[in-house]
């Protein structure tokens, strides 16, 4: 291969790169969208003498990104796909005897240092793209750093655009005699990228002006357009309103559509086609290039999963992108010639630095499991760039004792090292394995892929599961949906060792609804709830739920229910235009505001004074009249931590999904989706998170 016939900005920084990683075995690697880090650099390196002729392991956030990096740099080293270099994600891989580059998901290092924690046939790890942060790409390399204290000249090169390159060579240095690992930094890019500032206003929906300013744009461009939302919803109204505006092609992009679908928008298009308007969610950040664009439009927004505390369940939120995801959609549009990136913002916004880690912010069950495997039960038996917060920490370990994946010691039971070897979420990986051992392999199987994928049976916010697979064995909901369930089945069945009639039969069969109810409540056994006299709900945890609206539902209901703010009044109570301390609180003060969300249950590990979670904290008093400018997700007139119903945005009664909680945002401003709305990922269930995008 000769990399000069590339003309990519990081030819002449190539032999540093070699030399750093001969020396030290450690390097940080920057350099700006499109100058050749994900492709060129591998292909490079794979040749080098000091490698011995071992495996290059290279991690990428997403599997389209590793398909796609895969690709291209076969087509560099002139070889087909899968010969010397290939990929491996979680439901396809491309690799064969002569693969030394693999490009796996992030996912995916972890099964392979539970094989051989040595990992004795690869000679160097790369970790593209290092910026995103997640919580698999944090764990790759706390574990790779412990594999290095038994093999020094195993090589770790980190790469980014966007990365905080001193801190994270300081951090990979540390304790080494020579210091911070070299950081090598190839400032330029291939072509140039115009920014202009589009605010968007005179609408009554974000969406529809976002809509109208890609219009407008079209017919100046001269080539694709890539614009990127927060989510498929906004991308479905976002392609209906364009469907009466242009006669471009529009296609969405993310992380929920068939590897297949998803590459087939990387493609060109044909001669004489209309232009294409690509809409996709943060999937197409990084390591991707999409033929024939040449104008990007951000949105600037972008969605994450958070672990809600007090109730232990993950949600949605949205929230402004940061200033080094935007530079990097702004990439996008310069990668094969010079490009116009629009920001539907005000200049003058101040952006976040850095998005936060997601091991800062999401549920660590997973990772507890991952950890427990590799012989690590507390946070501190493995150096973290950031260390997982200690309540995150905790309840991830008490939700893996509570499902039978750790013992009372914190090691990983049998069912622990099995969960983990189906590559699903600790619940969903439960789900399959009890069911199997009860006989339910089929229905268990069926209900994990329905819950893993991204909602397309068309049933909207009616959370019955029983319905759903009632409607997938009917050949009911998006094709593309059922497409995905069936193949995911087949997955988890194929793992799981078992066989079952509904990986692809064409028969249409009864739901068990008994058995599917046992699946369920052996993965989910913290939400099984008792039905009170009043109505109302009672979890095994001593929460309690209600159905939205004015009282209870009726039985038989299928309408999604949500936690009070507050217990449910006793008979006789006035009503609550006055605060009332509940019976029992144990607050000092004498009131409690209408924010308070308890009843007398466990006193505070805090010592505040106050029933954990529930009451006033002492010594605040009585709350506030108006709500408190905060960047919290908060609507409580009280301005403390949100309540368990809380459903607003710095007092708005709003909700960006349209679920029901309230009006309609007219943009997402940090707004948070209630853990019922259909607006979760995929209609994921509570408590975990799907890897849509792994």
Known sequence: MDPSATGLPLVPFLPRIDEALERRRLCVLTAEPGAGKSTLVPAWLLDRPWLGGLKIRMLEPRRLAAAAVAARISELLGEPLGRRAGYRVRSASRVGPETRLEVVTEALLARALEADPLLGDTGMVILDEFHERSVH?????????????????????????????????????????????????????????????????????????????????????????LAFLPGVREIERVAARLAGLTAAEVFPLHGSLSLERQQAVLRPRDAG????????????????????????????WTRTSELHHATGLERLVTSRVSSSSADQRRGRAGRLGPGRCLRAWKETEQLPARPVPEILRADLSGLVVECALWGARDAGDLRWLDPPPPASWTTAVEIDRVLGLLDGEGRPTEIGRAAARLGLAPRLAVLVLEGGRAGDAEIAAEAA?????????????????????????????SPGWRRAVLDETRRILSRAGAAGAAAGSAAIRP?????????????????????????????????????????????????PMSTPARPPEPSGSPPRSRARKPSGCSSPSRSTPRSCAGTASRRSASGSGRRAGWCWPSGRGAAPTTPKPSRRPCSSACGAREPASCRGTNGRADCSRGCGSGRRAREPRLSTTPSWCDGLRSGSSPGWTSREDR
Do not use: K, N
């Open 137 to 225: 790409a944090d764990l790759a390399l706390a574990l790779l750093l412990e594999t290095r204290r038994a093999r020094p000249d195993l090589a770790v090169l980190l790469m980014s655009a966007t990365l905080d390159a001193a801190r994270v060579a300081a951090f990979i240095g540390a304790g080494d005699p020579a210091g911070p690992a070299p950081v090598i930094d190839c400032p330029g890019r291939v072509f140039p990228v115009e920014t202009a500032y589009r605010p968007l206003a005179g609408a009554r929906h974000w969406e529809e002006a976002f809509a109208d300013l890609l219009a407008a744009e079209i017919p100046a461009v001269g080539g694709d357009v």
């Open 273 to 300: 086609a209309p232009a294409r308007v690509v809409l996709a969610t943060s999937i197409a950040e990084t390591s991707l290039t999409v033929a024939g664009v040449r104008v990007v439009v951000d949105a600037g």
């Open 449 to 477: 892929a329905i819950l893993e994928e991204r909602d397309g049976s068309g049933m909207g916010r009616d959370p019955d599961l029983a319905a759903r697979l009632e409607r997938l064995r009917a050949g009911g909901g």
């Open 511 to 559: 739901v068990d609804a008994t058995a599917l109810a046992r699946c369920l409540a052996r993965a989910f056994p913290d939400r099984i709830a008792r039905r009170e006299s009043d109505g109302t709900y009672r979890f095994v945890t001593g929460r309690i739920a209600r159905w939205p609206g004015t009282g209870a539902a009726p039985r038989g209901s299928s309408r």
